[in-house]
């Protein structure tokens, strides 16, 4: 009995010191593993939608991007004439029209589609607003928007939880894990990447719907002169007649015009951003799993805990385990990669000379040999061969990617 109390108290003092010798370890961190542990379900379902519209939201970023541009070249043309008789100076009142036209025309391209995405993902983002801890304050020409956010402390600690959760089911599903303190940090560093990506997700989320309802509330000047506007351009009598009251529509709509051109320029950028951190985190995630896989999976069965992206560290553990996936189960096709792609930097030499293809097509091979590594990372039953060899195609596809970026194909 002595001895049964002995082993108990030593494993409970060891799981003590992890704790407290983590770089982590500190106010509130508690509370924060206790949450994703408790949240498991909820959060893997709401980090599914979320992925989701981030991944539908990134296949609009060429009509995100003409939108700003379009914005920027209408306040230029506005600025250009907001202080001179327009109805006498008809070249200029045409130059501001087309860039009007313009800008109507993508946002009536962008606003469906967002108001589908928003529609889709409210539940979630009001999911994860109550895990937020800050407010982004957007000033349109008429008003503020407020939404909620992640700094990134709370997200990084709210990671680290899901990384202390692998830890946990490590220790609980074998005991004796509580001695190799080389594996409890892989676990750790793993599992707090993986709990990343929801939650810059989310974040992405906030941030976007938040932009696309102020850009919408200083767009509506504009969107009531667009009939008359498309009169001018195509030359209608009555429009070019009423030009008067046309041009004090335009002049009016001036704190619009400039609001649309900076609201463009500064959700575009954090935009840009933000897929930029996600793709680092893809990157990471690719990295950290292929090394976990090489380091334990070819001599030893894990059934740690795993949460955010598609772990490939469950290539080789059973399904008995209860914590195993935390988070989106798919989040990692959630979202397609833009400038860059996912990290193998140990990949074979075969990658340094690949067939040359055009970016469609690179990028289409890259979406494909991704798909294929998560459904081999999460397959269960699959040799540490068929994880290098899926590893070495997604590789492949990226020096490809790159190849045509540089080529400019």
Request: glycine share 6%; with cysteine.
């Amino acid at each position: 009995m002595n001895r049964n109390l002995q082993w108990k108290a030593l494993l409970g003092l060891l799981l003590f010191a992890i704790l407290f010798s983590a770089q982590t370890a500190r106010a509130g961190v508690f509370a924060d593993v206790k949450l994703w542990v408790s949240e498991q379900a909820s959060i893997r379902e709401h980090s599914k939608v979320i992925g989701n519209e981030v991944k539908s939201l990134y296949r609009e970023r060429k009509s995100i991007q003409r939108f700003a541009e379009g914005a920027s070249g209408l306040v230029r043309a506005y600025q250009a004439i907001k202080n001179k008789n327009l109805k006498s100076n008809f070249p200029q009142l045409l130059e501001i029209a087309r860039a009007i036209s313009l800008v109507v025309s993508e946002f009536s391209n962008l606003a469906p589609k967002a108001e589908a995405m928003y529609r889709r993902s409210q539940p979630s983002m009001k999911y994860f607003s109550e895990l937020a801890d800050q407010t982004q304050t957007i000033q349109t020409a008429k008003k503020k928007i407020v939404v909620k956010t992640f700094s990134e402390n709370r997200l990084m600690s709210l990671a680290g939880a899901n990384g202390w959760n692998r830890v946990f089911s490590t220790v609980k599903e074998n005991p004796l894990n509580i001695f190799r303190w080389g594996r409890l940090s892989d676990e750790y560093k793993l599992g707090k990447i993986e709990g990343q990506y929801p939650l810059k997700c989310a974040q992405i989320a906030f941030e976007a719907s938040g932009y696309y309802f102020a850009a919408r509330e200083s767009m509506q000047d504009l969107l009531g002169i667009q009939d008359e506007i498309k009169g001018i351009m195509g030359g209608d009598l009555n429009s070019i007649l009423n030009l008067g009251s046309t041009v004090n529509k335009i002049q009016n709509s001036g704190s619009a015009i400039e609001s649309i051109g900076e609201l463009a320029k500064e959700g575009s950028n954090k935009l840009t951003t933000r897929m930029e951190e996600m793709v680092k985190i893809q990157d990471e995630y690719v990295a950290a799993s292929k090394a976990y896989n090489q380091k334990y999976n070819k001599s030893e069965s894990s059934t740690a805990g795993t949460a955010g992206l598609p772990s490939a560290a469950t290539t080789s553990q059973t399904s008995g385990s209860a914590s195993r996936n935390t988070t989106s189960s798919s989040s990692g096709s959630a979202y397609s990669p833009n400038s860059r792609t996912p990290s193998t930097s140990t990949a074979s030499p075969v990658t340094q000379n690949v067939p040359a293809v055009s970016l469609q097509q690179a990028m289409t091979n890259y979406q494909k040999a991704y798909e294929a590594y998560i459904k081999i990372s999460q397959a269960g039953n699959a040799s540490q061969a068929q994880l290098n060899a899926a590893i070495e195609s997604l590789a492949v596809a990226r020096k490809q990617v790159e190849q045509a970026k540089a080529q400019n194909r």
